[in-house]
């Protein structure tokens, strides 16, 4: 009854925290409703006796990704209003996507009511004997998973270099680290040898 209990509560608040996320106007505020959603997930997953993912999520996601956004969105100077002008033009793509994901959940919710033999198959495996909560995990993620975990990968590199992109501005004036003339350099090029005249500097 307990558990009932926290795992609704946990589940309304990471969803209720998930939905401002996205819809806060305050990019700080969005970023303490993240920290809460994982700290409610952490939650759910305590619940699950999942403690090394709660842990996890916790250590890592609250206590040093979201964190360092927190900080960035906080130091950096963005505009915001300029980044949100084109915001509309990519509302098809995006009521798309969200279009496909709420057919995938009436599917699956479907499944689930007609068969709940079906849905109970998703359920995952019991842990063997023997096996710590890490090394069960370890086990599955890098044998019987390690190609969707191998994609999951890719799509973070994919998803950090378009951040890359969004956000990289070139300003006139900064003075940028070049490679290849750093490379090319000879002894020649690389030093220069003035002839000062006394008390008058350079």
Avoid: C
Avoid at 24 to 49: D, E, K, W, Y
């Amino acid at each position: 009854m307990i558990q009932t209990l926290f795992f609704y509560i946990f589940s309304a608040v990471a969803v209720a925290s998930a939905f401002l996320v996205i819809s806060s106007r305050n990019p700080v505020h969005s970023v303490l409703f993240l920290i809460l959603a994982f700290v409610n997930a952490a939650g759910l997953f305590m619940l699950l006796h999942a403690e090394y993912l709660a842990l996890l999520l916790i250590v890592v996601y609250v206590g040093a990704v979201a964190v360092l956004f927190l900080f960035v969105v906080m130091m950096l100077d963005v505009d915001f209003v300029a980044l949100r002008q084109g915001f509309l033009q990519y509302l098809p793509i995006g009521a798309l996507v969200g279009l496909i994901l709420l057919v995938e959940l009436l599917l699956v919710l479907a499944t689930w009511v007609i068969d709940p033999q079906v849905a109970g198959q998703a359920v995952a495996a019991p842990m063997p004997d023997g096996l710590t909560n890490i090394q069960a995990l370890g086990q599955i993620l890098y044998t019987r998973y390690v190609y969707f975990f191998q994609a999951a990968g890719l799509v973070l590199l994919v998803a950090m270099i378009g951040a890359i992109v969004l956000t990289l501005r070139h300003k006139v004036g900064v003075k940028r680290q070049n490679i290849a003339d750093q490379v090319a350099r000879t002894p020649e090029t690389g030093v220069e040898v003035r002839k000062v005249a006394s008390r008058k500097g350079i």
